[in-house]
């Protein structure tokens, strides 16, 4: 090789480092999480077998209220207002260290790079919906893992919504006191572009101490992408939901509808209170009720009271109790957070009960 291809290819690969180098000291890498794990009690189970009464369960449950997860978050700067960035999370068990809170893969949760700026923001990448944000930002409960929206939601479609795959996503600024959100999920089925397609949007407006709140979700069935639980499930979500905030106090009500391609088409009619009574001292309970369109017979009501003392800004002890009530066919459960033992419950009702503890890092 001639002297100058050697001088200059070592130059490339030195120019190349140096690059990387310097885009690297531009950045900031986060590494964040969750650790969530408690104690829970539930007086009836599903015999999944049988579809009656399994008896109580008394155990370790993990995510009592928040998923324990943990993640890596990065951003860069180049200028102009313009922002790189990435998410990586995966959900974890506390109980024995396996995935859970996700679609049982490693960093199952999220999984995006985008860009964002005064345009808004562009992701592209494994991702929440924003009809799944939306329930979750309207939640009394504030989507805690033991008797709230969160339980109506898996029960309905397990994780479909929650976990998109092959997804493309934007977000709008704020524009007096509006922003909008749009998703694409791309089912990656060569030939049947229709295969596991997933679309999704929300509308969102804010003034003083109200928020209101609308958003729609379309999925079909099948695609390329197979996960544990189910993420692919086809159906139609609608949902409208309120919020205002007055002192310590913030109330909030929602509708939410879910036509389950094969399943029930439920409507869920959901509201609570949260106070902050203490800076310390958060209180909150919520009460659903859900009816299925095409079978008036299976309805259930549910209803949670929770109260978390922090100990620190990233500590907290919590307790909470709930009860369900199931007619029909219905067979909604307290919590996901042991399975399917826990998502689902028999006919009759059901009380529950959890104490745990949560740490943020």
Not at 96 to 102: D, E, I, L, Q, T
Not at 282 to 307: E, F, I, P
Not at 313 to 333: D, E, F, M
Request: net charge neutral.
């Amino acid at each position: 090789m001639h002297r100058r291809c050697v001088v200059g290819t070592a130059t490339a690969v030195a120019s190349s480092l140096m690059f990387a180098v310097s885009a690297h000291a531009q950045s900031s890498i986060t590494l964040y999480g969750i650790a969530d794990t408690g104690l829970l009690y539930l007086s009836k189970t599903l015999n999944l077998a049988t579809g009656g009464d399994g008896g109580k369960f008394v155990g370790l449950q993990n995510a009592g209220i928040a998923p324990s997860l943990f993640g890596l978050r990065g951003a860069e700067d180049l200028g102009g207002g313009l922002q790189a960035e990435f998410n990586l999370q995966s959900g974890i068990d506390l109980t024995n260290g396996g995935f859970n809170n996700s679609n049982g893969n490693l960093f199952g949760r999220e999984a995006y790079v985008g860009l964002k700026g005064g345009f808004g923001e562009v992701k592209a990448g494994l991702q929440f919906s924003p009809f799944f944000q939306s329930i979750w930002d309207l939640d009394p409960r504030a989507f805690s893992e033991f008797g709230s929206i969160i339980g109506i939601y898996a029960n309905n479609v397990t994780a479909t919504g929650a976990f998109n795959s092959n997804a493309i996503s934007y977000t709008s600024p704020v524009i007096a006191g509006l922003q909008a959100s749009a998703m694409f999920g791309f089912g990656g089925v060569a030939g049947n572009f229709q295969s596991g397609r997933q679309y999704s949007a929300s509308l969102r407006y804010q003034w003083s101490g109200l928020t209101l709140s609308a958003a729609f979700y379309d999925g079909n069935p099948g695609g390329s992408v197979n996960t544990v639980p189910p993420s692919n499930v086809g159906f139609e979500g609608r949902m409208l939901a309120a919020a205002y905030k007055f002192g310590s106090v913030t109330a909030k009500a929602s509708f939410t509808s879910f036509k389950v391609e094969g399943g029930p088409s439920n409507n869920v009619y959901g509201g609570g209170l949260d106070f902050l009574a203490l800076p310390q001292l958060d209180l909150n309970g919520g009460v659903w009720y859900v009816s299925d369109r095409n079978d008036t017979s299976s309805h259930s009501l549910m209803g949670a009271l929770g109260a978390t003392y922090f100990l620190s800004k990233a500590t907290g002890l919590y307790a909470q109790v709930g009860i369900v009530n199931n007619h029909g066919k219905a067979n909604l459960g307290l919590t996901p957070a042991v399975g399917l033992t826990s998502l689902f419950a028999p006919s009759g009702t059901t009380t529950g009960a959890t104490i745990g503890i949560m740490h943020m890092f």
